[in-house]
Each structure stands twice: as structure tokens, then as C-alpha cells.
């Protein structure tokens, strides 16, 4: 079963600090990376996506992709309370099917 | 503005009822999907269409029926065969099959009493 894993936090990071937080997949024959933010009884919104290896700049966040190992990764760099919700990863894979992660819960702390 | 919609946003069920969630959207995107989230856990796919008058299972579909009689609208029923039915309910669209980008309604929220 392909799976998409990610640590449930919560990752907690002072404010201004950088925010790092992974995803590993399984299914070797994903083509694209997707980073989504999710806050408290809010819907999912699109932050970053990732479809080729190394790192991918927007604004203050960074995707990063290392397809021999499987991972990918959310830099987010100037922390603000405003960062502070739940990332979920989500994986296509080779079915054009999205497969999820259960997210990272990171508080950011004044 | 373009967006979906989802209706209602809270709801409220007694035990062996069937109740129907409401999905329209008017970015004239092409699939659509449905799905669960549980506490502490990711999104589980319920159904998808991916063109009118067609949808598929996903991943956990057993207790929930779709239709897709026009392409703007994706309505769930959570019928009374689904046994763990408290959830928080996601109907997302993309504009293509093959595009990663979904975008989301603010999502429905059901409580069985």
C-alpha cells in the first residue's frame, strides 16, 4: 500500500526561527510533491509544490526533493505566529491519485 | 468569485438516518472529490468523478453513495450503513486528472447523536 509518512509533531519553533518539516513516501514512481496548509476546522489550502530534485523558493518557504531517498521537505524560514497550523504532505502518484499524509501540527511561539 | 461550496456546515444526525452533503462549484473544473478527515489523521478519499454521470470508489467508500448529474455539483449521502459516521467532510475539485492543485470547500462537519 503506498504510503505517505510524516512525524504528528507537534514541532514547536520560536518565532523568527526556520520551521523544518518532512514527509517520506513510499511509491517510487511519484512524480509530484505537494505542501498544504491546513489551520484548526479550516479546509486545506496549497502552499508549495515540488516536481523536480533540489529546492524550489517561495518567499519565505522552500520545498526541497530528494527522490532517491524518498523525502521531501518544508523549510519555512522568518517563522511568524501566523505559520503556526498544520502542514499536510501529499504525494501523486503513478494514478495521478493523490495520497496523504496526517500532517504536522507546528506551533510557532512568540 | 469562483469557489466551491459546501452546505451545510454543520449537521447533526440521529443513529440510522441518511443524510445528504451539498458540493457545488463554479470553476467549471472538471473532477471532483470527496473526502474524510478524522482527528490526527490525513485526508481518506471517499469517492471521485472525474467526468459527468461517472465517479469511483476510493479508498474508504463503503456506507456513502455520490452522484454526478451535472458537472457543477458532487452531493455526498452518508447513508445509515456507514457505522462511524462523525467526521469533518472535504469536497475538493481540480481542474484536470493529471494537475495536483485541489481546491477545497470549507468542508462539512457531521456529528451523529
Known amino acids: 500500500q503506498k504510503e505517505v509518512e510524516q512525524n504528528s509533531g507537534p514541532l514547536s519553533v520560536p518565532e523568527g526561527a526556520i520551521a523544518s518539516l518532512n514527509c517520506t513516501y513510499s511509491d517510487r514512481g511519484s512524480q509530484s510533491f505537494f505542501w498544504y496548509r491546513q489551520y484548526s476546522g479550516k479546509s486545506p489550502e496549497l502552499i508549495m509544490f515540488i516536481y523536480s530534485n533540489g529546492d524550489k523558493e517561495d518567499g519565505r518557504f522552500t520545498a526541497q526533493l530528494n527522490k532517491a531517498s524518498q523525502y521531501v521537505s518544508l523549510l519555512i524560514r522568518d517563522s511568524q505566529p501566523s505559520d503556526s497550523a498544520t502542514y499536510l504532505c501529499a504525494v501523486m502518484d503513478s494514478n495521478y491519485q493523490l495520497i496523504w499524509g496526517a500532517g504536522t501540527k507546528l506551533i510557532i511561539k512568540p | 468569485d469562483g469557489g466551491i461550496t459546501q452546505s451545510p456546515k454543520y449537521l447533526f444526525r440521529k443513529e440510522g438516518q441518511n443524510v445528504t452533503l451539498s458540493c457545488e462549484q463554479n470553476l467549471n473544473h472538471d473532477a471532483m472529490y470527496w473526502y474524510r478527515q478524522d482527528p490526527g489523521q490525513g485526508l481518506r478519499l471517499i469517492y471521485y468523478?472525474?467526468?459527468?454521470?461517472?465517479?469511483q470508489k476510493g479508498d474508504i467508500a463503503e456506507g456513502y453513495s455520490v452522484s454526478r448529474e451535472k458537472k457543477e455539483s458532487f452531493p455526498l449521502t452518508v447513508t445509515s450503513a456507514q457505522k462511524n459516521p462523525t467526521a469533518f467532510y472535504l469536497c475538493a475539485s481540480r481542474q484536470g486528472t493529471s494537475t495536483g492543485e485541489l481546491f477545497f470547500g470549507e468542508g462539512s462537519r457531521l456529528t451523529v447523536l
Open positions: 468523478s472525474q467526468i459527468v454521470n461517472d465517479f
